[in-house]
């Protein structure tokens, strides 16, 4: 039977709720250690640093934040790839990606592959988007370098509008590669650039199936950030800085602890209704030739 977007993501619901506890602290490791390279990352940016200096060390906190986010976010998909298929699994298997070196190893060049790729899709059509407008006469950039404050808000505006434009097709063209890592998180042993084709291979066939699912994620999150920043402008006082503070992190709160592992969940379930209509169909396909 093919399973519908609403109906995934309503098992994945189901199963969230079944198994809290191992969700919840499974995306709370996550967290802490993504909040730990947060706070690191804003010392740098309010430090002295400047010129070549701050250059290298933000690019050593770069590849020090791939090093060990990389697997503690393919263990956390590891855990919740369990909860898909109803197997026993525990939250420490997001730690447990830190006691295999190999596991390190392909859970970090599976992370800086899939970087070199959104890179390239995003070069390739800020090129278009951005050379393509500045063709047609749209002078953002002598806008920006303008005296008047009206034509740099209106350059601004502008290139806020191309910048928009250029993430749509963006992720449309970096979809195929996005279930790389369950794939990893589901089969250890496989090299980061078989995941990458296997995920460019399911997908073929369910493309706006897995969007659909995506985007109802996305609005949901939308719709808890508005909530979250009515609400946090109406407690502050009128305190911009401390309802943006609160907003913030409320925010964060709900996309570890309610939306990422809800998608998570259903992304595994997408994988196994996948597989079982691919099979499906290739048995048919036996069939018939028989």
């Known amino acids: 039977?093919?399973?519908?977007?609403?109906?995934?993501?309503?098992?994945?619901?189901?199963?969230?709720?079944?198994?809290?506890g191992t969700c919840m602290a499974s995306m709370g490791i996550l967290l802490a250690?993504?909040?730990?390279?947060?706070?690191?990352?804003?010392?740098?940016?309010?430090?002295?640093?400047?010129?070549?200096?701050?250059?290298?060390?933000?690019l050593l906190l770069s590849l020090?934040?791939?090093?060990?986010?990389?697997?503690?976010?393919?263990?956390?998909?590891?855990?919740?790839c369990d909860v898909a298929s109803s197997r026993e699994t525990r939250a420490g298997k997001v730690l447990a990606w830190y006691g295999d070196a190999r596991k390190i190893r392909q859970s970090i060049l599976l992370q800086l592959m899939q970087w070199v790729i959104f890179l390239c899709?995003?070069?390739?059509?800020?090129?278009?988007?951005?050379?393509?407008?500045?063709?047609?006469g749209m002078d953002y950039v002598a806008n920006l370098q303008s005296a008047s404050l009206e034509k740099?808000?209106?350059?601004?505006m502008q290139v806020?509008?191309?910048?928009?434009?250029?993430?749509?097709?963006?992720?449309?063209?970096?979809?195929?590669?996005?279930?790389?890592?369950?794939l990893l998180a589901q089969q250890p042993e496989k090299s980061p650039w078989s995941c990458i084709r296997e995920s460019c291979r399911l997908i073929r066939g369910h493309y706006w199936k897995y969007v659909g699912m995506q985007a109802l994620s996305m609005l949901q999150f939308l719709g808890y950030a508005i909530l979250i920043s009515v609400v946090c402008t109406i407690f502050s006082g009128?305190?911009?800085?401390?309802?943006?503070?609160?907003?913030?992190?409320?925010?964060?709160?709900?996309?570890?602890?309610?939306?990422?592992?809800?998608?998570?969940?259903s992304t595994a379930l997408f994988l196994n209704d996948v597989r079982v209509r691919n099979q499906v169909g290739n048995e048919e396909m036996d069939g018939e030739i028989r």
């Open 1 to 20: 039977m093919k399973l519908s977007v609403f109906y995934i993501r309503s098992m994945a619901r189901g199963l969230m709720r079944q198994n809290y």
């Open 33 to 58: 250690i993504t909040l730990a390279f947060s706070v690191l990352q804003q010392a740098f940016v309010f430090s002295d640093t400047q010129g070549l200096r701050a250059l290298v060390v933000g």
């Open 64 to 80: 020090l934040s791939l090093a060990i986010l990389s697997p503690a976010n393919v263990g956390s998909k590891e855990v919740l």
């Open 121 to 136: 899709i995003g070069a390739v059509f800020s090129l278009l988007i951005f050379g393509g407008a500045h063709l047609a």
């Open 152 to 156: 740099q808000w209106t350059g601004m």
């Open 160 to 182: 806020y509008q191309l910048l928009f434009f250029t993430l749509i097709p963006t992720y449309l063209a970096a979809v195929p590669f996005l279930l790389a890592p369950y």
């Open 238 to 265: 009128g305190n911009l800085n401390t309802a943006t503070t609160s907003a913030t992190l409320l925010a964060q709160l709900v996309l570890y602890f309610s939306i990422l592992p809800h998608l998570d969940i």
